[in-house]
């Protein structure tokens, strides 16, 4: 079975603290795809990134950046001198080669960014 | 560049009546989606369907039932809605032509069941 843990439900921040989103995701397919999506206030939810098992190679993209370990089954999301914009929902799913590639998401975790 | 258009935004239901609620996109992606978000949850698929007049169960499909008769339109259908349906319902499509392609949401509906 697949499933996607996101440990931290919660997390307060001090604008332009560094914060990391937590991702373990679990599966036994060779092939697969680990996103995050953003869900600000406003209600709507936003891609961010996907990267594939073979590709293990970390991004980085202006503030943010994603560590991908296939080691570790993590898949973790930084963000470098947060801002009070950054304050979302930051969900990490899963999508794997069985079932039609139907994405799996974790509980998402709340970021709370303070002036 | 409508993307995902979902109506309506917000509905208040009583006990046992049904509705249907409306999922639309202009990309013309096969692969669309149903979801409900339970407050402080992630995102539980109800149904899904991979093109026009395909549909599958998704995780959570009692109580739901989907029809995709055109590419463009995967409207969800609550025939008696109960309390454990309040919930925000999101639709979703992403493109078939490669595994692994992000979704795109809509804005949400906000279904409270009274």
């Known amino acids: 079975a697949q499933k996607v843990t996101q440990a931290q439900t919660e997390i307060s921040v001090v604008e332009k603290e560094d914060v990391t989103l937590d991702c373990v995701y679990e599966t036994r397919d060779t092939t697969y795809y680990l996103f995050w999506y953003k869900q600000p206030p406003s209600g709507e939810l936003v891609f961010l990134i996907r990267r594939n098992s073979f590709d293990e190679q970390n991004e980085i993209s202006g503030r943010y950046s994603w560590n991908f370990q296939k080691s570790t089954s993590s898949f973790n999301f930084t963000i470098t001198a947060s801002q009070v914009v950054d304050s979302a929902v930051y969900f990490c799913a899963l999508s794997v080669s069985t079932g039609g590639f139907k994405t799996i998401f974790g509980a998402g975790t709340r970021l709370f960014v303070k002036a | 560049n409508a993307g995902v258009t979902q109506t309506p935004k917000f509905r208040i239901l009583k006990i046992g009546q049904s509705m249907t609620l409306q999922c639309a996109q202009d990309m013309n992606h096969n692969y669309m989606y149903w979801y409900r978000q339970d407050p402080g949850m992630g995102l539980k698929l109800i149904y899904y369907?991979?093109?026009?007049?395909?549909?599958d169960k998704g995780e959570v499909p009692n109580g739901y039932n989907v029809s995709r008769s055109t590419t463009e339109d995967f409207p969800l259908r609550l025939e008696l809605a109960a309390p454990s349906q309040t919930s925000v319902y999101f639709c979703a499509s992403s493109y078939s032509g490669a595994p692994g392609q992000p979704q795109h949401f809509g804005d949400g509906t906000r279904l409270s069941i009274l």
């Open positions: 369907s991979v093109g026009a007049g395909i549909t």
